[in-house]
C-alpha cells in the first residue's frame, strides 16, 4: 500500500541554519510527491511537488528533490528564517489519485 | 473571499449532540474531500466525492456522514458527537485531472 513517512519534530533551528525534513515514501507505481506547509491558524497550502523521479520541487527557498532509488523527498532551505516557522507535511498521490499525508514535523526557527 | 471556505470556525459542544460543519468552494473543481488532523497522526481521509452523485467512505468514515449538496458544497455530519472526534477538521478541493489539493482554514472540533 501506499504510505509516507516523515522525521519527528519538533524542530528547533535558529535564524539562518541549514533545515533538513527527512521523508520516505512506499508506494505501487509512480507517485507524484509533495510538501505542504500549514502556518499557526490555517490550512495546508502546497509548497512544491514534484511528479517524476529526479525532478526537484522547489519554491520560496524550499527544495525537494525525487529520489526513486532511495524512496525519498526530503525537503531542505539553506538559511531559515523565522517566518518558516510553521507544520510542514510530505505527501503522495499514487495510482486512484488518493492522497497519503505524513504525520507533520513542526519547525520553529528563532531569532 | 476564500477559495475554499469552512464554517464553524470553532466550535465547541457536548457528547451526543448532532453537530455539522459546512464547505464551500468558489474554484469550480468537481472533487471535494473531508480531512481529520489529530496531533501526532497528520491527516486521515474521512469522506471524499467526485462529484454530486458520487460519495465515497476514506480512511476513517465511522461515525461520520456526509452531502454534497451541490458542486460547490461539501458538508459533513457527526449524528451524536462523541469526545474522541475532537479535532481539527479541513475540507479540501482538487480539479481533477489536477494534483493539488486546496484546503480550507480548518473548523476546530471540540466535544465535551
Known amino acids: 500500500g501506499n504510505s509516507v513517512t516523515q522525521m519527528e519534530g519538533p524542530v528547533t533551528l535558529s535564524e539562518e541554519a541549514f533545515l533538513t525534513i527527512n521523508c520516505t515514501y512506499t508506494?505501487?507505481?509512480?507517485?507524484?510527491l509533495f510538501w505542504y506547509v500549514q502556518y499557526p491558524g490555517e490550512g495546508l497550502q502546497l509548497l512544491l511537488k514534484a511528479t517524476k523521479a529526479d525532478d526537484k520541487g522547489s519554491n520560496k527557498g524550499f527544495e525537494a528533490t525525487y529520489r526513486k532509488e532511495t524512496t525519498s523527498f526530503h525537503l531542505e532551505k539553506g538559511s531559515v528564517q523565522v517566518s518558516d516557522s510553521a507544520v510542514y507535511f510530505c505527501?503522495?498521490?499514487?495510482?486512484?489519485?488518493?492522497?497519503?499525508f505524513g504525520t507533520g514535523t513542526s519547525l520553529t526557527v528563532i531569532p | 473571499d476564500a477559495d475554499v471556505t469552512q464554517t464553524p470556525r470553532n466550535r465547541i459542544t457536548k457528547t451526543g449532540k448532532r453537530i455539522m460543519l459546512e464547505c464551500s468552494q468558489t474554484k469550480g473543481h468537481d472533487r471535494m474531500y473531508w480531512y481529520r488532523q489529530d496531533p501526532g497522526l497528520g491527516l486521515r481521509l474521512i469522506y471524499y466525492s467526485f462529484d454530486v452523485k458520487d460519495i465515497n467512505k476514506g480512511e476513517i468514515s465511522d461515525g461520520y456522514s456526509v452531502s454534497r449538496q451541490a458542486q460547490a458544497k461539501f458538508s459533513l455530519s457527526l449524528e451524536s458527537a462523541i469526545p474522541n472526534q475532537t479535532a481539527l477538521y479541513f475540507c479540501a478541493t482538487r480539479q481533477s485531472g489536477a494534483n493539488v489539493l486546496t484546503f480550507g482554514a480548518g473548523s476546530r472540533l471540540t466535544v465535551l
Open positions: 505527501a503522495l498521490s499514487g495510482t486512484g489519485n488518493q492522497f497519503y
Open positions: 508506494a505501487t507505481g509512480y507517485p507524484s
